[in-house]
């Protein structure tokens, strides 16, 4: 029985990966987005790798002719700027490496075990220094091809340094002239994403204070409040890439590169936007709380409520859509003003509350206000 429970939990995993995988290879090749980039930069290590190995194991005949395709692969990085800093990053640590690891090599002998024990603490302390940032483990490493292969004359030092030489030249130059990544539209894509995970809680809100049982899901939607405001880490990424990806990028110049990212103040106002939807979710969630206290507003009080979220989220799910066109912008506009119109219903039977359920009450009104302020249109 236990063994047919596994089954089937292993085949439902199985079948939800198949989708995801489904989901991303339909994407990649019908639409701009995430999963093209993978593609394309995947595609582009690959080309890279093939090239330098066809340079220095095909042509020059190198001793050691996978260190080129190797380097070539790791220097396709998500920006133009990331290749060439990790490519000098890369070089300094391997060339040490190779250097080190061959001194070595000649003071004892080539002897392997004498030389590891004067290189590897040496290089794995080394490769801890920050200048160095991720590649610091590639001189250990480095140091390890050399010692094992056991010969320390100055040509094969030289053909590992050419080697590794090669490898850069070729990832940079492959990740900086064939379709360069630019990140134009992440955070554009994920402010839209933002705002689309914004309409869908607020939805879910509004039809959840229509039941019955109106509170009961008010954690979840506090949890879920809380994790839309992390995801504003998300746009912050998006930001730094779209900002290092313009910075030495022929991509401007080679392909069109789309319309520029959204402005920084879009990102304020959308963390401000998080920061209301989590207060209201909080004070739901502290309602629903029996042990805080709180008390509950009339049912009348919570169905309004629910109408001014329902119109909130719909003004999300209008700018959450890609480009705002004029029907667009004008069904914004036609339920930011049915949601200002939902407040003052709000607002005026807030003052029928009484005793310290008017408290909360109160709180309710201050915050929504707030939210829908924060969504009013831009200029």
Not at 99 to 104: G, L, P
Not at 251 to 264: A, I, N, S, V, Y
Not at 296 to 301: D, M, Q, R, V
Not at 336 to 347: E, G, P, S, V, Y
């Amino acid at each position: 029985m236990a063994r047919d429970v596994r089954r089937l939990a292993a085949g439902r995993w199985a079948g939800r990966e198949w989708a995801a995988v489904r989901r991303s290879v339909h994407s990649a090749f019908e639409e701009s987005g995430p999963e093209r980039d993978t593609l394309v930069q995947s595609l582009k290590a690959a080309a890279a790798a093939i090239i330098a190995w066809a340079l220095t194991g095909w042509w020059l005949q190198a001793p050691m002719a996978f260190l080129a395709p190797w380097t070539a692969v790791a220097l396709v990085s998500g920006t133009v700027y990331q290749s060439l800093r990790t490519g000098t990053q890369q070089f300094a640590i391997i060339a040490l490496g190779t250097v080190w690891a061959s001194a070595a090599l000649a003071i004892t002998h080539d002897q392997t075990m004498a030389a590891m024990l004067l290189t590897l603490p040496f290089m794995t302390l080394l490769g801890n220094y920050r200048r160095f940032g991720s590649q610091g483990i590639l001189g250990a490493s480095t140091a390890l091809f050399v010692i094992t292969y056991g010969s320390s004359s100055a040509s094969t030092v030289g053909h590992r340094l050419l080697e590794t030489l090669i490898g850069a030249v070729v990832g940079i130059t492959v990740n900086a002239l064939i379709l360069p990544p630019v990140h134009l539209r992440s955070v554009r894509d994920r402010l839209r994403q933002l705002a689309r995970n914004s309409a869908n809680l607020l939805d879910t809100m509004a039809h959840g204070l229509r039941e019955d049982s109106a509170l009961e899901r008010a954690e979840s939607w506090h949890a879920e409040a809380s994790r839309l405001t992390l995801s504003l880490q998300g746009v912050a990424d998006a930001r730094y890439w779209a900002t290092e990806g313009a910075r030495w990028n022929p991509g401007g110049r080679l392909r069109r590169t789309g319309p520029p990212p959204p402005p920084f103040a879009e990102d304020i106002r959308w963390g401000r936007v998080c920061t209301r939807i989590l207060a209201v979710a909080r004070t739901l969630n502290g309602i629903g709380d029996g042990d805080m206290g709180l008390p509950t507003p009339s049912p009348c009080f919570l169905v309004e409520l629910s109408d001014v979220l329902e119109q909130a989220a719909r003004v999300c799910a209008e700018e959450a859509e890609p480009p705002i066109s004029s029907p667009a912008a004008e069904r914004r506009e036609a339920a930011f003003d049915k949601a200002w119109t939902a407040h003052r219903t709000l607002a005026d039977n807030f003052q029928q509350q009484k005793g310290t359920a008017a408290a909360v009450g109160g709180e309710l009104v201050l915050e929504t206000r707030q939210l829908l302020m924060e969504l009013a249109p831009q200029p």
